[in-house]
Structures are given as C-alpha cells and as structure tokens.
C-alpha cells in the first residue's frame, strides 16, 4: 500500500509520542520535500518531531515528474507541504493521502485521490487493536499538539470508533 502524507498527521503524533502508531498501521509513509521541511520548522518548537528524517519507514522523496502548472494550480491554492504531498500522491499512484486540512482535502479529492486524517488514522488504529480507545488520544492531541476539532467532528469520531 502506498501511503503519501503532510506534514499534520506526522508531527501531532511525534508531539504525543504517538509517531510509531502510523508505522503500525501503514509500514511506510512517503513525504516529499516541502513536508520534510516544515516538519522541521515543527521540531524547532516540538522537539519530538526532530526524529521523523532519521526514521526509516518514513520515506523522503522529491517529485521526478516535475508538473509546473500542477504544482503552480495547486500552490495557488495551498501551502507548499500540501501542494507537494497531493501532487506526490498523484505521480506515485497512492492507495491513501494522510492530510488534515479540510481544504487540502477537498483538493485532493477533486484530483481523485483517497484521502484520511489523523481522526481517521486513530479509528483504524482501534479497529485494528493498536489502540484501546480513540478518545484519550484525541484529547491530548487537542491539549498537547493543539490540534483543531469541532464538537461535531468531535462527536462523529467518537461515534466511528464506537465510543
């Protein structure tokens, strides 16, 4: 399975101390450059994050099929880390795009790809027995890596974990 991500899912579980549960679930995550790079603007506040380039089932990989007017179309809309990424997912062909960001989302899915967040990642983790519940985990990542989540969403993942 090929797994592309950005930059959020990576680094709010390195903050957690969470990181290796995204390895238990998918065995390997592709990043490109720009996510590289602001994972490491990252580490320079959450010193756990410093770790992610020394991993070896995260993968660095620059894009071989250099798309100006992709890149260009989608930097217009996006930050580097999820132009990048979605464009990444696109030239390899990826089962999955791990992005939080709802506009990076609906973005990637206009461009056909199978998109999951963090909260999702959590739900699956569950449901594979990696982790005993998804509620303690949302809420440090809530308190700790000052992740973002409505009350709805809040609520609906609670529900898709069976909580």
């Known amino acids: 399975m090929i797994v ?5 899912p990576i680094s709010n579980l390195a903050v957690l101390g969470n990181l290796p549960l995204l390895q238990q679930v998918y065995h390997t995550i592709i990043i ?8 490491a603007q990252v580490a320079t506040i ?12 995260i993968q660095i990989q620059n894009l071989t099929n250099n798309d100006n007017e992709l890149i260009e ?3 217009e809309e996006l930050d580097a880390g999820e132009a990048e990424a979605i464009a990444l997912a696109l030239e390899l062909n990826a089962d999955l795009l ?17 998109v999951k967040g963090l909260l999702g990642v959590l739900v699956t983790a569950k449901r594979l027995g990696m982790i005993s519940a998804v509620k303690p985990v949302m809420d440090d990542l809530i308190v ?20």
Do not use: C, H, M
């Open 98 to 114: 791990l992005i939080d960001e709802q506009l990076g989302r609906t973005v990637a899915s206009r461009y056909g790809l199978k």
């Open 144 to 163: 700790q890596a000052r992740f973002r989540v409505s009350q709805q969403l809040y609520t609906d993942v609670l529900q898709a974990a069976g909580e």
């Open 46 to 57: 959450y010193t756990q994050a410093a770790t992610v380039p020394t991993l070896d089932w």
């Open 4 to 8: 592309v991500s950005n930059t959020s």
């Open 73 to 75: 179309s989608l930097r």
């Open 32 to 39: 490109p450059t720009a996510v590289a790079d602001e994972i």
